[in-house]
């Protein structure tokens, strides 16, 4: 308190529990001459800066501390007799870029294409397999919850913090001490849930700046929390209540009491997943050591490979995308996503999604057709062998440099379809059944037509007055950019939608193409009939193509 400026006792008193004393400085100091007010902005300030550095500092002595166990717990991976790794050019360090924690250094001098770390499938990664196999006897045999399989990892993690806390939880079967103890460590590592910082993880946000991301972005933030909280919830009543020594709410985690087996556990469990989780031989999986790597976007991805003394194991494979010398931090590439995708997954957005603008439309088959049954079936069974559409699809309207904001093709098919109707509806009949679906590639009719650009500038429009009623510099900063990018990608499909509008009569359509094929597409004139007198006409023929 700046010397001279003393608050009586019942103003401390009356402001003793205020939780914002930030508000209770600036109240109180209005009053005072200027000079005192200056004096004590300034002190309030240095304490404040006195507070961050301390708590910075903390988190330092903290992250110093993990990283030198995780690395200890790494080498024993590398150098013990059957190590699981195979290949080990780095280890674990505290990020240059504060906002990371933690990151990959490599050890050593190396190349671009050389294989940096290379860990088994089997040994170390959480997959719904994993999931499905520690839970048998407890989950239904066909459990699929609406997270679907980052849900099942998200279990799986749970699974290994109460494992990892003493009692609790479901033991996994063959797990060999040394991958358990290096997942007690790497669990104790990852980001807390009781962290004050949880800036990083939208999940994890505040309601009000999740209400901001909600309006922000055509991907709604709001369908991932309830399906967060309808699976949180299920599991709750059928499985986690019905044992709680097995499945605690909290578990204590080097002296802190963390939540585990709750909504707020399984909240931040599928944060985790979604962020460290890749997708390789079409499985989703999250590996410990390797899910510490950070994004660059000049980086290579992950990629799946073999292994072993004869290369037969199958594994994940961390290669360097440029040459690095030792001690340097180590990059992945997490792939290409939207803006959005990236925010709401990792927590951040790198530079090349800022390029490429992207604004993501859903859009469904209306339960009230009178055809919808046929288009259900032909999108079922009639569309792809190996990915039937179900009849809620989303798309990406792009905006990026030499593109004329010409929508996805399979927007504009499966919107074709959705209309399919009136005069066009013969083309619902079974004899074109295997057939409609590659129709669909092509304009129909001028109404079949019409009416798909008017749903898709609609959806465009609707979207837009809603990015126009989210205020402007509240939230996170992120957000306006988000907003900003998406509406660049609105804006531009709206602006190719409206020329196609006034050019649809110049469309060729179903009709003129089949008269076409026929060839019967030219007019008739009496030249015409006195030509096919002259010409030698095969036997059964009657009537010369086109004539």
């Known amino acids: 308190m700046a010397e001279g400026f003393t608050p009586s006792s019942s103003r401390m008193k009356d402001h003793s529990n205020l939780q914002n004393p930030s508000a209770f400085v600036e109240s109180q100091i209005r009053s005072a001459p200027a000079e005192r007010r200056i004096q004590h902005c300034l002190t309030w300030k240095k304490q404040q800066c006195t507070r961050s550095t301390q708590l910075f500092a903390e988190v330092a002595s903290s992250l110093e501390t993990t990283v030198q166990c995780l690395d200890a717990a790494c080498t024993k991976l590398t150098t013990e007799k059957n190590s699981i790794v195979k290949v080990c050019k780095v280890k674990p360090a505290i990020s240059e870029d504060k906002s990371r924690r933690l990151g990959l250094v490599v050890t050593q001098s190396v190349s671009k294409g050389d294989a940096l770390l290379s860990i088994p499938y089997k040994d170390m990664e959480l997959t719904t397999d994993l999931a499905l196999q520690t839970f048998a006897g407890i989950l239904p045999d066909k459990y699929d919850g609406w997270t679907g399989d980052t849900g099942l990892i998200a279990l799986a993690l749970l699974n290994e913090l109460a494992q990892s806390s003493g009692e609790a939880g479901v033991p996994v079967k063959d797990r060999v001490p040394m991958v358990k103890k290096f997942l007690q460590t790497w669990v104790a590592s990852l980001p807390s849930p009781v962290d004050d910082d949880k800036s990083q993880y939208p999940l994890l946000w505040s309601e009000e700046d999740q209400e901001i991301l909600q309006s922000s972005s055509t991907s709604k933030i709001y369908r991932i929390l309830d399906d967060i909280e309808e699976d949180a919830i299920w599991l709750e009543e059928n499985v986690f209540a019905k044992d709680r020594a097995k499945f605690p709410e909290t578990v204590n985690l080097d002296g802190v009491s963390v939540p585990c087996f709750s909504l707020a556990g399984f909240t931040w469990a599928m944060a985790m997943v979604q962020s460290r989780s890749f997708f390789l031989d079409k499985t989703l999986r999250l590996i410990p050591f390797l899910d510490m790597v950070n994004h660059a976007d000049d980086a290579e991805e992950i990629r799946s490979g073999t292994m072993g003394t004869f290369g037969t194991i199958k594994g994940a494979v961390l290669v360097a995308g440029k040459s690095y010398k030792a001690g340097e931090e180590v990059f992945c590439s997490y792939g290409p996503k939207s803006a959005i995708d990236y925010l709401i997954e990792h927590g951040f957005v790198p530079d090349q999604c800022w390029r490429t603008k992207v604004s993501e439309l859903t859009f469904e088959l209306d339960p009230e057709d009178r055809f919808y049954d046929d288009k259900l079936d032909i999108l079922e069974f009639e569309t792809y062998d190996s990915a039937p559409m179900d009849p809620t ?85 992120i957000c306006q950019r988000v907003r900003d990018s998406e509406r660049a990608a609105l804006d531009k499909t709206l602006s190719f939608l409206k020329r196609e509008k006034e050019a649809l009569d110049l469309k060729e359509y179903y009709q003129e193409r089949r008269l076409k094929d026929l060839g019967l597409d030219s007019d008739w004139s009496p030249e015409d009939e006195m030509m096919g007198e002259d010409m030698d006409l095969g036997y059964g023929q009657t009537r010369a193509p086109g004539g």
């Open 393 to 477: 699809q989303s798309f990406d309207l792009v905006a990026a440099p030499g593109q004329d904001g010409e929508p996805d093709p399979s927007l504009v098919q499966f919107m074709r379809l959705c209309y399919l109707g009136g005069t066009d509806a013969f083309l619902l009949e079974s004899i074109f059944r295997k057939d409609v679906w590659g129709f669909m590639s092509m304009p129909v009719s001028e109404q079949n037509e019409m009416k798909v650009v008017n749903a898709i500038s609609e959806a465009c429009e609707t979207a837009l007055k809603e990015f126009d009623e989210c205020p402007d510099k509240e939230g996170p900063e």
